[in-house]
């Protein structure tokens, strides 16, 4: 049923139908489905000609759309739900989940549409089974990291044209948004491990172990050092961006 | 029901499927599916969402009926329907040609059969 809407609001779309009329006719067609417990080709026939006939008197698109803006931040995955939806509700709308883990947004010019996220813990095989189980409430997938997978919903499916804004705020300043949680986890991370790696090497100076101590030292440090590391990264590269942009 | 039986009455209701779709909305508003059933319940036969979709852009479209979104508790929200003054006035009269109409072929048929 939903390749059939995708390629429904496709049409509409690309027939020139606003946003938020699209995801409004889509969710009172998927309604009405609901009502009749009949197939949606049956219902309504193939989706091409079923669009042709709701866009009589649509205006196609002039020319091309004029480029929304464009930005991409991340966040750790204490902040990333409140986030998202911080700048959901801003008009931003996630298009993909970069391999960085950055989330890549963009916004319509002019009066860009509410959106709201939500995550899920899935593993690679399960996606297209919660696809469709959150598919009927309006989710559609916009990007995955690891076992994250991230859905965005159009406010509009649940609001209809009071999805719009008539003013939305400037693009926020920043692009990385750590939580205080996140710090403290390092910091924890820090703390507890390292000594215990310390410790670990008097307490077993050689290797009795059933395996190689050493490794297993070497393993710990490495990723303390590599999850410090990253996040120092991660904040030069902030800083510098910002120096930048205060240019 | 015969196949041109059916086309018959398809041709019919293609006629007149706009000033039904205004009837049904003249004592409150409604959405797409209660509409249909509406239609069926007074005989009209199951109006398909295909059918009845156009008809319904097309009335909101010429500013006879107004729509209003509404979001549901649980699952999709609706499409709600009611009609406009201008809508209200326009099934007035076009109902009102449509009953003259009727009454004409009405005559027509009653005397044809008389014979």
Known sequence: ????FEDLAARLRAAGVPEQRVAATVDDLR??????????????????????MLTTGAEPPAAEPAPGERWVWTADIFADRRRLNEFGEQGWEVETVDHL?????????DRPQRWEYRREVVAPADRE???????????????????????????????????ELDAPPPRPAGRVFFSGRFYLFVAVYLLVLVPLVIGLRHVFPGSSLGWDLETVVGMIVGLAAGLAGTTVVILVAERRHRRRQGR | M?????????????????????????????YGYQIARTLADAGLGQIKGGTLYPVLNRLEEAGLLATEFRAAERGPGRRYYRLTDEGRRTLDEEGARWLAFDESVR?????????
């Open chain 1, 1 to 4: 049923m939903s390749g059939y």
């Open chain 1, 31 to 52: 309604a009405y489905l609901g009502d009749s417990g009949t197939d949606p080709e049956e219902e309504f026939g193939p989706a091409a000609e079923f669009a042709g």
């Open chain 1, 101 to 109: 883990g950055r989330f890549v947004c963009t916004r319509a010019p």
């Open chain 1, 129 to 163: 089974r919660v696809g469709e189980r959150l598919a009927p409430d309006g989710w559609e997938p916009c990007g995955t990291w690891f076992f994250y997978a991230y859905y965005k919903r159009p406010k509009a499916a649940l609001v209809g044209p009071a999805a």
């Open chain 2, 2 to 30: 015969s196949p041109m039986t059916a086309d018959r009455r398809a041709s019919w209701l293609k006629g007149v499927l706009d000033l039904l779709v205004l009837a049904s909305l003249s004592e409150g508003e409604s």
């Open chain 2, 107 to 115: 005559a027509v048929l009653t005397k044809g059969r008389s014979r």
